[in-house]
C-alpha cells in the first residue's frame, strides 16, 4: 500500500514539476517557473545571452527565447514553444506576514528540484536596492535557486528567489511585482518614462521623471523631465513597481499626482488616457 504524501509534500511536489532548470546561463544554471503555458519568469541575470535552454522536471530539453528582459527588477520573460509544464498559481505578496510557512523550488549547484523550506521574516522596501519590496525568508538557497519560487503552503508562488544577502537570508522578488511586469510584457502597456526613486522631504517616495519617450503617454499628457510623481490613482507609492502595477490595473486612465520645479508645495494632477490627455492641472 503506498504511503500517502502529507499536504505541504504534495505542494512541494507540485512546485517541482513547475520548475524548469535554466541552462546556458551565467554561472552555469539558474531556474524558473511556468506561470502561463509555455511562458516562464526567471531572474534577468540567468539569462547569459541567446541561445537559451531550459529543462524540465523529467529531464526533457527545450529551446526558449527572451519575450521581455528588466534588469532593474532582474525579471525576465521567456518562452519555451514546446514545453509542456503545468503553471503554478500567482500568489498576493501584500497579504504574507512575518512568521509564514514557505517552501522554496530550485536547482541549485545542478541538484535538479531542490526543496528547501522556512519562514517569512518581512516584507519591507531596501534601500541599498533601489527602494523596491522584497520578500526576506530563512530558506537556504544557493547559486542555481536563482529565479525559482518562493510559495506559500497552499502552493501559490508569492516571489522569485534572487539572492542571499549578509546573515544568510534569502531576498525573493514579491509576486506583486511579477504580476506587474508579466502583465506588462503581455500586455505592451507603458507610460514612456524613465524614472528614479527619490525621498522627499516629507519622508514619502518620490518617482523623478529623468526622461519623457517621445509620443508615449506621459508626453501627450505634457509631463516633463524633472516632474516628481508621488501618486497613481490616488495611491501613495511604497516602492518603484507601484506605479507600473497602476499601470497595468483595468481601465483607459491613469491619474496621476506630481510635482513640478523643485517645489513641493503645489501638488498637480494629471488623467492620462493611454491614447490621449482627458485633462490636466
Known amino acids: 500500500m503506498p504511503i500517502p504524501v ?16 535554466v541552462l546556458g546561463a551565467r554561472g552555469g544554471s539558474g531556474s524558473a517557473v511556468v506561470l502561463k503555458h509555455q511562458h516562464l519568469i526567471t531572474n534577468a541575470h540567468v539569462i547569459g545571452g541567446e541561445g537559451i535552454e531550459v529543462q524540465s522536471w523529467e529531464g526533457k530539453s527545450h529551446r526558449a527565447t527572451v519575450m521581455r528582459l528588466d534588469r532593474s527588477r532582474d525579471l525576465a520573460l521567456l518562452r519555451a514553444l514546446d514545453l509542456d509544464a503545468p503553471p503554478a498559481p500567482l500568489g498576493d505578496s501584500s497579504r504574507l506576514q512575518s512568521g509564514v510557512p514557505v517552501v522554496a523550488v530550485g536547482n541549485p549547484l545542478g541538484f535538479v ?4 523550506t522556512g519562514v517569512i521574516h518581512a516584507v519591507r522596501s531596501i534601500a541599498q536596492f533601489g527602494h523596491r519590496e522584497w520578500i526576506q525568508a530563512d530558506v537556504r538557497l544557493a547559486p542555481g535557486n536563482s529565479g525559482g519560487p518562493l510559495a506559500d503552503w497552499q502552493g501559490y508562488v508569492m516571489g522569485i528567489n534572487t539572492m542571499i ?8 522578488i514579491p509576486s506583486r511585482a511579477v504580476q506587474a511586469f508579466f502583465t506588462r510584457a503581455m500586455s505592451g502597456r507603458s507610460l514612456g518614462v524613465v524614472i528614479r526613486p527619490v525621498r522627499l522631504k516629507s519622508g514619502e517616495l518620490g518617482l523623478m521623471l529623468l526622461e519623457i519617450t517621445h509620443g508615449g503617454s506621459a508626453e501627450a499628457a505634457s509631463l516633463l523631465p524633472g516632474d516628481i510623481l508621488v501618486a497613481a490613482n490616488g495611491r501613495r507609492f511604497r516602492d518603484t513597481d507601484d506605479l507600473q502595477i497602476e499601470i497595468d490595473a483595468p481601465g483607459p486612465l491613469l491619474r496621476l ?21 482627458e485633462s490636466a492641472a
Open 6 to 21: 502529507s499536504v505541504p509534500g504534495r505542494v512541494a511536489e507540485a512546485l517541482r514539476r513547475s520548475t524548469v532548470q
Open 257 to 277: 499626482d506630481f510635482y513640478r520645479g523643485g517645489g513641493q508645495s503645489n501638488l498637480r494632477h494629471v488623467a492620462v488616457r493611454y491614447e490621449q490627455v
Open 113 to 116: 528540484g531542490a526543496v528547501s
Open 165 to 172: 544577502v549578509e546573515g544568510g537570508l534569502a531576498l525573493a
